[in-house]
């Protein structure tokens, strides 16, 4: 299979906490890796390493062949990356339209030139991207939400709205932090539906999740990870019954 | 029939300078003090080229209007690694530095005896004298000052000023360049803040830097959080009230070294009255006490 992401030798410490340790990885086009691992493991900071909000002290991570090791977020996102945060994180001022929209990439309209010029072309893609937005929200079946804030959504519609700002982004990697903690089983149901759809539209997907079931239930394979090392991989079934995973949890 | 026109004059001045504070603090939440330094700036550059060479209004208020924003990105890149108060504090520094420069650099510009005599405006022949004719002329900076920042804010860049305000991590995660949205943001207002200098300098004819000190700054703030940040028609509710209020002290009958002292009073009871029980003032759509947990 092609390789989307490669991680090499990742060290990550922070005052003497070692958060990731020689930590390696891979990931392929069009699968979805659970990553899983007890609180504390390095999970969510790989994601930040990932990502570039923490720099790494040592190691390589090239994504498409690009090397995107000590670059911005901003940055990284544009080659493709899009992630979902632990403590969900949406512009909770805005509506949910606004949010969306927010997450297209290549906006003319974001340029303030185009503010003052040229901005029919600006309006065309605009309103192209109002369209998109708006049939993502209908095929999950909130667009009666659309012109609320979404600070007024329940939290599993706000965890639903931060996986269709990822999919807006149209990013080939989705870093998804958790994305079905804490919510009711229906829409539990509905994000994992979205996620298993996504190797299908040629996208990749990291998934960090405590919910084992879940993890079995949308994973091919599953890297398993404990004080910033990676312990075990393999099929859900492989890593749950190996028995350094379980000597890990025993701790 | 004067006195009102001065008024009004003042209302537009004041309204320029709360619309383009408005777009760095109240859109994007970054709270500056150091406005009043940028409409100082914008004055004392059209004054000087006026007194100078004598040069033309138009390219005066260009010329203002660039200088100014050059300036601006000069605050915006600190903003980019201090933030909060501390952004406030290094605000605070450059606008002092700025009064400091005016006030001190005599050969240049007059120091405290500030500059005279500078020219009334001429635009395409027409003299602009008459305190009507002010008054038109501010109406449509005014005008199109507005006009430019509702374009901005109601554009997708507006759009990612506004996700800035509410979580800077979140927004660069979208890969929105943070940073180069911010310094732009700056150049913009300060080179806004510049107009109202260039009509202040030629509508008084006079400058000293005793008009462009911090008080004039927390003003200028007053205005966009009474008004109400987040919202250009608050900065224009906020300006005229704000500027209208103490002139009814006058009609009390106050002696003008009192009523001085009661107007900074009412400008800070009035902040102390909105913090508390309208953070987001007249009709605005952003409180700056509200606690947000972003990093």
């Known amino acids: ?251 | 029939m004067t006195y009102l026109l001065h008024i009004f004059i003042l209302i537009g001045i004041y309204i320029i300078l709360s619309l383009s504070l408005n777009l760095i603090a109240g859109y994007t939440g970054i709270l500056s003090m150091a406005h009043a330094a940028f409409y100082g700036i914008g004055a004392y550059i059209a004054a000087l080229m006026a007194l100078n060479f004598n040069s033309p209004f138009i390219l005066n208020l260009f010329l203002a209007v660039i200088g100014s924003s050059i300036l601006g990105a000069l605050v915006g890149i600190p903003s980019l690694r201090i933030k909060d108060d501390y952004f406030i504090i290094a605000t605070f520094a450059f606008q002092i530095i700025i009064f400091n420069i005016l006030n001190n650099l005599v050969s240049f510009t007059g120091g405290p005896m500030g500059l005279p005599g500078i020219p009334q405006p001429v635009i395409f022949g027409i003299k602009i004298s008459s305190h009507f004719s002010f008054l038109v002329l501010t109406a449509i900076l005014c005008a199109i000052t507005y006009f430019i920042c509702n374009k901005i804010v109601k554009s997708p860049f507006g759009r990612i000023l506004k996700a800035i305000r509410e979580d800077e991590v979140f927004t660069k995660s979208l890969g929105k360049n943070v940073s180069a949205y911010k310094v732009k943001i700056f150049m913009i207002s300060s080179g806004l803040a510049a107009i109202s200098g260039v009509m202040y300098a030629t509508y008084i004819t006079y400058i000293d830097p005793t008009s462009f000190t911090l008080m004039e700054s927390i003003f200028i703030i007053s205005i966009v959080i009474i008004g109400g940040a987040g919202n250009l028609k608050g900065s224009i509710v906020g300006a005229v009230v704000l500027v209208m209020l103490p002139e009814i002290l006058r009609f009390v009958g106050l002696p003008n070294s009192i009523a001085a002292n009661i107007r900074q009073m009412l400008y800070g009871g009035l902040l102390v009255v909105f913090m508390l029980w309208r953070p987001q003032g007249f009709i605005g759509e952003y409180s700056f006490n509200r606690n947000n947990e972003n990093g």
């Open chain 1, 1 to 251: 299979m092609d390789n989307l992401l490669k991680i090499q030798n990742c060290n990550k410490h922070f005052n003497g906490i070692i958060a990731l340790d020689d930590f390696s990885c891979e990931i392929s086009k069009n699968e979805i890796v659970g990553l899983i691992g007890p609180n504390g493991a390095g999970k969510s900071t790989l994601f930040n390493v990932i990502t570039g909000f923490i720099s790494i002290d040592s190691g390589q991570i090239t994504f498409n062949n690009h090397t995107i090791t000590k670059k911005a977020p901003n940055k990284i996102n544009k080659f493709g990356i899009s992630r979902t945060f632990q403590g969900l994180r949406l512009i909770r001022q805005m509506t949910v339209l606004d949010n969306i929209l927010l997450s297209f990439k290549k906006q003319p309209g974001e340029h303030l030139e185009n503010v003052f010029f040229k901005n029919k072309k600006a309006k065309e893609i605009e309103s192209e991207n109002k369209r998109k937005a708006l049939k993502l929200l209908k095929d999950t079946g909130i667009e009666d939400k659309a012109n609320d804030l979404a600070d007024d959504l329940s939290y599993g519609q706000q965890k639903l709205l931060s996986l269709l700002c990822c999919l807006a982004s149209d990013a080939e990697l989705l870093l998804l932090d958790e994305p079905i903690a804490g919510i009711n089983p229906a829409m539990i149901e509905k994000i994992l539906f979205i996620i298993t759809e996504l190797p299908k539209k040629g996208k990749s997907v990291i998934l960090i999740e405590h919910n084992m079931d879940a993890v079995s239930q949308v994973c091919e394979r599953v890297i398993f990870m404990d004080t910033g090392k990676k312990i075990s991989e393999g099929t859900p079934e492989e890593v749950r019954n190996d028995p350094k995973v379980i000597e890990a949890y025993l701790e």
